[in-house]
């Protein structure tokens, strides 16, 4: 006999599941959101305090009635979708359809897909939260109630099939006011002036920003002016009046939270935060690596903390420390502050395991997920590493009653750069 029934949502992560744990449980999906409110009408009570009126979404009677099934035999359900808020209303509908008297039932959070998370999981399970659910329910609500008052403007005035929620209508707002403050915006004309230079016995130029005149900021208001202190700084002896040199750090930046991880994927390897994101589930739920099986690559890709578990800080500072020496490594590791709004449910995006070193698993990854496994792989390693070090000089140079700046930068040791050019 089975020890229980484990819902997830994904078909791909029963799979991994099923690898992991053998016959010893049943194992379905939900295949995502099972209830909702219903497409045709509010769905919500005024009346009633605002009480949601769900139904099971058309087309997943099937998947109902096989979770249904698959329940009659069992006396421990684990319920383990996603661990966050949609998660949490998904586990709570199916408890509400599927759970009854005879059962217990159990939530258990998986924040990243290996073996060993998963069996520990199993192991102290917990209960669902209603906090966790109710917070999913009214952001449902608040859609449905700003999306069904405001879309049929949209369809009015714009152009009928745009819809409206919670969050688009804000940002709608914010971008409009934020528009007419440029239009509003009066335009100053500055100019700067730059000269380039080169010293009696060296045949290399360098630019040097002009930043006072007459003891003060420079400031050019229009052309003439500009080209007025120009021609007169034509004709004057520049001599160097002070030279600063100094050390200067520049430290590695915290492993990936969800934006982080969206805004770097974007820039670096041009992937539109849905692809991200989508590519992300996947490394999340489970790939096949060929002998070592199908194992998850990555923790929760939904997460607002850069904290992580000192297990996993311990592994990375010993490959940092085996594959770059000490002194790439810090004296103690590299800690990293949550915003105030950071709700600290899930530790930052990294790796699951040091071990499986982007080159090492190539071969089993899709380009695009490789290319994201690596940036998330190089960022968390990088995050742990010592800073890079530059010497910075910084030339002034006194043209007579003008004063020019150049500054130069050259980098003395890598540390963390190594690894990850920001």
Same mark, same amino acid.
């Given at each position: 006999?089975?020890?229980?029934l484990?819902?997830v949502?994904s078909?791909?992560?029963v799979?991994?599941l099923q690898k992991?744990?053998?016959g010893?449980?049943?194992?379905?999906?939900s295949v995502g959101?099972?209830? @909702?409110l219903?497409?045709?009408?509010?769905?919500?009570?005024l009346?009633k305090?605002?009480e949601?009126?769900?139904?099971?979404?058309?087309g997943?009677?099937k998947v109902?009635r096989e979770?249904?099934?698959a329940?009659?035999?069992?006396?421990?359900?684990?319920?383990?979708?996603?661990?966050?808020?949609?998660?949490?209303?998904?586990?709570?509908h199916?408890?509400?359809?599927?759970?009854?008297?005879?059962?217990?039932?159990?939530r258990?959070?998986?924040?990243?897909i290996?073996?060993?998370?998963?069996?520990?999981?199993?192991?102290?399970?917990?209960?669902?939260?209603?906090s966790k659910?109710e917070?999913?329910q009214a952001r449902?609500?608040?859609?449905?109630l700003?999306?069904?008052?405001?879309?049929p /403007?949209?369809?009015?005035?714009?152009?009928?099939?745009l819809?409206?929620g919670?969050?688009?209508? /804000?940002? /709608?707002r914010?971008i409009?006011?934020?528009?007419?403050e440029?239009q509003?915006?009066?335009s100053k004309?500055?100019?700067?002036?730059?000269?380039?230079l080169k010293?009696?016995?060296s045949?290399v130029a360098?630019d040097a920003?002009l930043?006072?005149?007459?003891?003060?900021?420079?400031?050019?208001a229009?052309e003439s002016?500009?080209?007025?202190?120009?021609?007169?700084?034509?004709v004057v002896?520049?001599?160097v009046s002070k030279?600063v040199?100094r050390?200067?750090?520049?430290?590695p930046l915290?492993p990936?939270i969800?934006s982080?991880?969206?805004?770097?994927?974007?820039?670096?390897?041009?992937?539109?935060?849905q692809?991200?994101?989508?590519?992300?589930?996947?490394l999340?739920?489970g790939l @096949?690596l060929g002998k070592?099986?199908?194992v998850?690559?990555?923790t929760?890709?939904r997460?607002d903390?850069?904290?992580?578990?000192?297990e996993?800080?311990?592994q990375v500072?010993d490959w940092?420390?085996g594959?770059f020496?000490?002194t790439?490594?810090?004296t103690k590791?590299?800690v990293?502050?949550?915003?105030?709004?950071?709700?600290e449910?899930h530790e930052?995006?990294?790796?699951?395991?040091?071990d499986f070193e982007p080159d090492?698993?190539?071969?089993?990854?899709?380009?695009?997920?490789?290319a994201?496994y690596?940036?998330?792989w190089?960022?968390?390693?990088?995050s742990q590493m010592s800073?890079a070090?530059?010497h910075?000089t910084?030339?002034e140079i006194?043209a007579?009653?003008a004063?020019f700046?150049? /500054?130069?930068t050259v980098?003395?040791?890598?540390?963390?750069?190594t690894?990850?050019?920001?």
């Amino acid at each position: 006999m089975s020890k229980g029934l484990i819902v997830v949502e994904s078909p791909a992560k029963v799979k991994t599941l099923q690898k992991f744990l053998g016959g010893d449980y049943v194992i379905k999906a939900s295949v995502g959101h099972i209830k @909702d409110l219903p497409e045709d009408e509010l769905g919500v009570d005024l009346q009633k305090d605002f009480e949601p009126q769900y139904v099971i979404i058309p087309g997943k009677g099937k998947v109902l009635r096989e979770l249904k099934k698959a329940s009659r035999g069992v006396e421990n359900i684990y319920l383990g979708p996603d661990p966050d808020r949609e998660g949490e209303a998904i586990a709570w509908h199916v408890a509400e359809e599927i759970g009854d008297e005879d059962k217990n039932i159990y939530r258990v959070l998986f924040n990243e897909i290996t073996k060993k998370a998963v069996v520990d999981a199993l192991h102290r399970p917990g209960r669902l939260q209603q906090s966790k659910y109710e917070a999913q329910q009214a952001r449902r609500i608040l859609d449905r109630l700003v999306g069904y008052q405001i879309s049929p /403007v949209l369809w009015e005035k714009v152009r009928r099939g745009l819809s409206a929620g919670r969050v688009q209508s /804000v940002a /709608v707002r914010i971008i409009c006011e934020r528009e007419r403050e440029i239009q509003d915006f009066v335009s100053k004309e500055y100019w700067s002036l730059t000269a380039t230079l080169k010293g009696k016995d060296s045949p290399v130029a360098f630019d040097a920003k002009l930043a006072k005149w007459k003891g003060k900021e420079a400031s050019m208001a229009n052309e003439s002016e500009a080209l007025a202190m120009k021609q007169a700084l034509e004709v004057v002896p520049y001599t160097v009046s002070k030279i600063v040199q100094r050390e200067k750090k520049r430290h590695p930046l915290p492993p990936f939270i969800t934006s982080r991880l969206q805004q770097e994927a974007y820039r670096k390897l041009s992937f539109s935060a849905q692809k991200t994101m989508r590519i992300a589930q996947r490394l999340y739920e489970g790939l @096949d690596l060929g002998k070592i099986g199908t194992v998850g690559l990555i923790t929760y890709m939904r997460t607002d903390s850069p904290r992580v578990s000192s297990e996993a800080v311990h592994q990375v500072r010993d490959w940092i420390k085996g594959r770059f020496g000490e002194t790439f490594l810090p004296t103690k590791p590299n800690v990293y502050k949550s915003r105030k709004s950071a709700q600290e449910a899930h530790e930052a995006i990294r790796p699951t395991s040091i071990d499986f070193e982007p080159d090492k698993i190539k071969d089993h990854l899709e380009k695009d997920q490789w290319a994201l496994y690596k940036l998330i792989w190089d960022r968390f390693v990088a995050s742990q590493m010592s800073s890079a070090v530059f010497h910075q000089t910084t030339v002034e140079i006194k043209a007579d009653e003008a004063i020019f700046a150049a /500054v130069g930068t050259v980098l003395i040791f890598p540390g963390f750069m190594t690894l990850y050019m920001l």
